[in-house]
């Protein structure tokens, strides 16, 4: 049997940057998934990871809004005699802007993508998880409280997180771990979309971090097994302080 990664999200930013990562240092990967929209980039990338290693790469241009599409890779890991070393659902994307201002399709389009997508991929894969195996989750420090400005999508993050540590707890024992990621501000594309309806923070500038960063220590941490993964001392004091203080305290700073 074949041991492979699939990575959601692969064609840019962090699903990018764990493709990569994953073909150095997974040394019993023996191929690698990568799934997003966007052909050009995902052959780029196959491109990319073919001048690191050896790996078999699997191009899969898949919109996993679409039923269908996730019907797909249903079928497709019927078809193949492999199993999942590691899950890394990283396909997502979110919106700023108060609820009223922002369109009822990017509203749910969020929902549609960030949670329903990221459970369908993970209940699809989980008979094909080898012993031992990693599913590692992208949430956010979003998901750690309320965000006015980035009220639908903190909330998909808090369902990613919550579902991510269940989910953990419910494989204990199979040997399947599952990790969160809970970046703060990462120095991608993503605010290139996010600010359509509003302008990030701009205190938020400070704390960009680089992906290779993250998923630098979000593959560290899902081989020892944490259900959390947070880069970095800001945004570790930030989960700290939303623990001790109240919510409703805390909120009345985005006022």
Partial sequence: MKKIAVITGASSG???EFALQIARHYKTVQEIWIIARRTDRLDNLKKEIKEISDKTVRVLTLDLSKQSDIDFYKKLLERQHA?????????GFGVMGHVDKISYEDSVDMVDLNCRALIAMTHIS?????????IINMASSAAFMPQPSFAVYAATKSLVL?????????????????????PGPVDTEF???AQVYAQMIPVKKYFLVKPEDVVRKALTDAYHGKEMSVYGVAMNAFRGLTSVIPTSVILKFFN
């Fill in 14 to 16: 962090l699903g990018r």
């Fill in 83 to 91: 199993g999942i070393r590691v899950l890394v659902n990283a396909a």
């Fill in 126 to 134: 989980l008979p094909y998880m080898t012993y031992p195996s990693n």
């Fill in 162 to 182: 919550s579902f991510s540590r269940a989910l953990n707890q419910e494989m204990a024992g199979k040997g399947v771990t599952v990790t969160a990621v809970c």
């Fill in 191 to 193: 605010f290139d979309r």
